[in-house]
């Protein structure tokens, strides 16, 4: 989103505008979620790391849509019980996983229901059986709980690998083939693959989404919504217990971003730098902790609260042309808020190096570069959701 706004506005103005007409269309819930600032793996992040990703991600996110989100798109949709308490402590409601990442389901019981009743026991459903045509409600050990729905994922890697692509006509008839036959009131089908598929990737397949979501979807009496929408008049009636770590896109957990799991090889290639460059930059992301903590109360009243807040001067550093300062309104106006007393210019400029210190810090940790075989700089990397009502 930080690229288009600088390099294609109109672009980039258009998805805001069709989050805000989706919040018209849907009772206030648009089709935008928020994603982890930038694109870290959540799972094998520290617990500061992990709040300071999820909370970037919320405020870039009410910047450009000017609402807080409902949900979260998790880089690779890696995800353990940690990185649940996190989303659960800072408000989101709902994220999207793989159905491989599911260990077992049941449907809540009722009031009537005998506690004892077979239709209660679990589901065992690790080999990706679990149905992804409803929500799913998780819960953590302390009774709180997120709620999760699970893409269709044969029609997305479809998607991804195969031709369902071809024509607005196939990819609905290929959908129809999900809905399940057993006259529920509502289900829902979402797939979800790589956002570069579309017009990259395979060329002229974003207009056979945008048709079908205008046009063929309708034909065959489909609502096309959102999971925020949909999870707001069809909340879950099951259950879901997840497997301990695990991503979309790696068999072996997480490894896929720190040993030499065999994913993303093949032929001569090898990943046995994976342990050694995540114990080195583990190690690094330490001493700079010392570093920042250490040197950081002589400027903040708490550092970690102001590397928090960093993200609206990294969101917004623009100053007023008759302003004196030289920094910028925005940073300016920053770090009076946080400075424990008056900062001399030197001060400020030392301050600023620490913070862009942690920034860099968590850029460095960008999952991307660890499985693209030529080279290990961060890029920008986005996926795609899109859910269909039936």
Known sequence: MSWLENYDIEV??????????????????????????????????????????????????????????????????????????????????????????????RPFPSENDDPESE??????VGGGQIDPTRPYRCFIPDGRYIDIFFYDGPISGDMGFDDVLQSSDFLAGRIGQAVKGDRRQSQLISVATDGETFGHHKKGTEKCIAYACATEFAKRGWTVTNFAHYLS?????????????????????????????????????????????????????????????????????????????????????????????????RVDEFLIRHQNHPLSASEKIDALRLLEMQRHALLMFTSCGWFLKNYLVPKAYKSSAMPIAL
Not at 19 to 29: A, F, I, M, T, V
Not at 79 to 103: C, G, H, M, N, W
């Open 12 to 105: 980039y103005q258009r998805i805001v505008e069709g989050d805000r007409k989706s919040r018209e269309r849907l009772n206030g819930h648009g089709n935008a979620i928020a994603q982890v600032y930038n694109h870290i793996i959540l799972p094998l992040a520290n617990q500061r790391d992990k709040y300071t990703q999820i909370r970037w991600g919320k405020e870039d996110f009410r910047k450009r849509f000017g609402r807080d989100p409902e949900g979260m798109w998790l880089a690779e949709t890696a995800v353990d019980y940690a990185t649940l308490e996190a989303l659960i402590d800072e408000k989101i409601s709902f994220i999207i996983l793989a159905p491989t990442q599911a260990e077992r389901c």
């Open 119 to 124: 239709q209660l026991e679990w589901q065992e």
């Open 233 to 329: 008049i069809n909340p879950p009636t099951w259950e879901v217990v997840l497997k301990p770590v695990t991503a979309w896109s790696c068999s072996h957990g997480v490894d896929r971003w720190q040993d030499d799991c065999g994913c993303g090889g093949g032929g001569e290639w090898h990943q046995k730098w994976r342990r050694p460059l995540r114990d080195s930059l583990n190690w690094l992301r330490d001493e700079l902790t010392k570093v920042y903590e250490d040197t950081g109360r002589k400027f903040f009243n708490d550092p970690w609260l102001a590397r928090d807040e960093y993200i609206q001067v990294i969101l917004d550093r623009s100053r007023d042309r008759r302003s004196l300062c030289p920094l910028g309104n």
